[in-house]
């Protein structure tokens, strides 16, 4: 038990944690939307792809705030840097890499997402622990 406390005191080990289950959250709602609105439209998955974003984003960004990072700082600001890297990190995911990878590799999007989310992974921890989060803003 006292190993597992101590794993969970690495902040790298807490924002993977965060991570998976903003992805858990992200994944089964961009599935379920993208196959609902399938007949409505051919942008069906750039479609499901912003509300699935924007709950998973929430969870994210309050599970890092508090527990990952745990700021103190003002909320606002860092809600608001948060949401910049989100958005392009959002942009590059679904419009850059999710193309790519599901329009012309047709790699089916049940595995596509899972692979751009690991491309931004790493990205998005180092400039939040170093710019979003830092302590040091107070």
């Known amino acids: ?6 794993l969970l005191l690495r902040k790298p080990v807490r924002y993977f944690l965060s991570s998976v289950a903003a992805f ?7 599935l379920v939307l993208e ?3 399938r007949g409505f439209s051919g942008l069906s ?14 969870l994210n960004f309050w599970l890092n705030r508090r527990w990952v990072f745990r700021s103190e700082n003002r909320a606002l600001p860092e809600l608001l840097g948060y949401y910049s890297l989100a958005a392009v990190s959002f ?5 850059v890499l999710l193309e790519i990878f599901v ?10 997402q899972p692979i751009a989310e690991a491309v931004m992974f790493l990205v998005n921890y180092a400039v939040q ?5 830092n302590k040091k803003k107070r």
């Open 35 to 37: 196959r609902l609105l």
């Open 1 to 6: 038990m006292e190993k597992i406390r101590s």
């Open 24 to 30: 858990a959250v992200n994944y089964a709602m961009l």
């Open 45 to 58: 998955m750039e479609i499901a792809a912003v509300p699935a974003f924007l709950i998973s984003s929430q």
């Open 103 to 112: 329009r012309i590799f047709r790699i089916p999007l049940a595995l596509a």
């Open 91 to 95: 942009l590059i995911k679904t419009y």
């Open 129 to 133: 622990k170093t710019v979003i989060f």
